[in-house]
């Protein structure tokens, strides 16, 4: 069974930054593509970014223009840079991967899943 896993959370205050990785092995085929999702307490999850594995990428209205999703193929990492962040960022943030990017890239779901990694940002 593949594992996703995450790091690079942690607490920040307002307007600070945060890069998460999450390494995932097995998804550098043409028709795969990877997310992040995150879940703040008491909330639906939501997709926040998404990429194929030909770099197109989407990203959740709240979070253009602040946050960045890449990837480095040959590494099997997924990167989420997060800039200007703000107190309604705090959530737990999960890597996602698919053999169908069609599944990722509308930011709706994925069927393999990392634990999550927690970002806690302060006013």
């Known amino acids: 069974q593949v594992q996703l896993v995450e790091s690079g959370g942690g607490s920040v205050q307002a307007g600070g930054s945060l890069r998460l990785s999450c390494t995932a092995p097995?998804?550098?085929?043409?028709?795969?593509?990877m997310g992040w999702f995150r879940q703040a307490p008491g909330k639906e999850r939501e997709g926040v970014a998404a990429?194929?594995?030909?770099?197109?990428?989407s990203y959740a209205d709240s979070v253009k223009g602040r946050f960045t999703i890449s990837q480095d193929n040959a590494k099997n990492t997924l990167y989420l840079q997060m800039n200007s962040l703000k107190p309604e960022d705090t959530a737990m943030y999960y890597c996602?991967?698919?053999?169908?990017?069609?599944?990722?890239?509308?930011?709706?779901?994925?069927?393999?899943w990392g634990q999550g990694t927690k970002v806690t940002v302060s006013s």
């Open positions: 990429i194929d594995s030909d770099g197109s990428t």
């Open positions: 097995g998804f550098t085929s043409n028709s795969c593509g």
């Open positions: 996602a991967a698919d053999h169908d990017a069609r599944r990722t890239r509308q930011l709706r779901s994925a069927r393999t």
